[in-house]
């Protein structure tokens, strides 16, 4: 009984995989395409995305990534791959961030407090007689500014990242972001600077720079002045976060040579 029991079970499991690879098959089947060269060679697979420089196809044969420029295949696939397929940029970018400029002053406030000074000319016992001047009890205090520099670059050409730029004031449970800017930034594969600032503020504790991929919206790179408030920043941002670049521009452009070619 047991090994008949056994047997069944194993039958299950076989015709579960069979299934599932069956329905995997039919899915792969709908998504390959087929994109042709201005040659005419054909190329059976799936289109990823699309840059500036092309279209991401992989091949459904043997799964290998191909990069095709757009001049390299027939009109009528680039429009339909860029109008079909999400736009994709550059987005391994290199980060070195640095104060580039520091600001420092002193100031003076009244803490709320007077001292008097009393000139007494006489007392009978009862009663007080003279003159006396009130003064507020100051203090000194210091207020200091920042310009960060932001460096990106790639390896792999031009490109773009999310930037989200944070300045961070007072210690412990005081800690606060009180100063903050973000937007998707493009940058020269060999190196672009974008500069950020802040009015000077008391107890200026340091600024972190955090760099997401437009592609996923995810966390790529992180930079800061001091480490410790970069797990302050990160604990407070979403792990994902929807980014859009505008490449309406781009696209026109494209399409407008693809029609061009059909004519």
């Not at 420089?53 to 001049?71: C, H, M, Q, W």
């Not at 009663?127 to 006396?132: A, C, V």
Request: charged content about 25%; cysteine-free; glycine content about 10%.
């Amino acid at each position: 009984m047991k090994i008949r029991i056994t047997r069944i079970i194993g039958l299950i499991g076989l015709a579960f995989v069979i299934v599932t690879l069956s329905v995997h098959d039919r899915v792969l089947a709908q998504q390959v395409e087929s994109w042709t060269s201005v040659k005419g060679d054909s190329l059976a697979g799936k289109g990823l995305y699309w840059n500036t420089d092309g279209i991401n196809i992989v091949r459904a044969s043997d799964g290998k990534n191909f990069l095709i420029p757009f001049e390299k295949l027939q009109a009528k696939d680039v429009l339909r791959g860029v109008k079909s397929l999400p736009f994709h940029v550059n987005d391994q970018a290199r980060l070195r961030a640095k104060t580039s400029s520091s600001t420092s002053k002193s100031r003076e406030r009244n803490t709320g407090r007077y001292m008097a000074q009393v000139e007494l000319f006489s007392y009978d016992g009862y009663t007080f007689r003279g003159s006396g001047t009130i003064f507020p009890i100051k203090e000194k205090y210091r207020i200091s500014g920042r310009t960060v520099e932001v460096d990106l670059s790639s390896p792999y050409g031009d490109g773009y990242a999310g930037v989200e730029f944070f300045a961070i004031k007072g210690k412990g449970k005081d800690r606060k972001i009180f100063h903050s800017e973000a937007g998707v930034r493009s940058f020269r594969g060999i190196g672009s600077k974008h500069y950020f600032s802040f009015d000077p503020v008391e107890n200026l504790q340091g600024w972190v720079v955090v760099i997401r991929s437009p592609n996923t919206g995810e966390i790529i790179k992180v930079g800061s002045s001091m480490r410790p408030l970069e797990n302050f920043i990160i604990s407070r941002l979403p792990k994902v976060a929807k980014m859009k670049i505008k490449n309406k521009s781009i696209k026109d452009k494209i399409v407008k040579a693809a029609n061009i070619r059909m004519k």
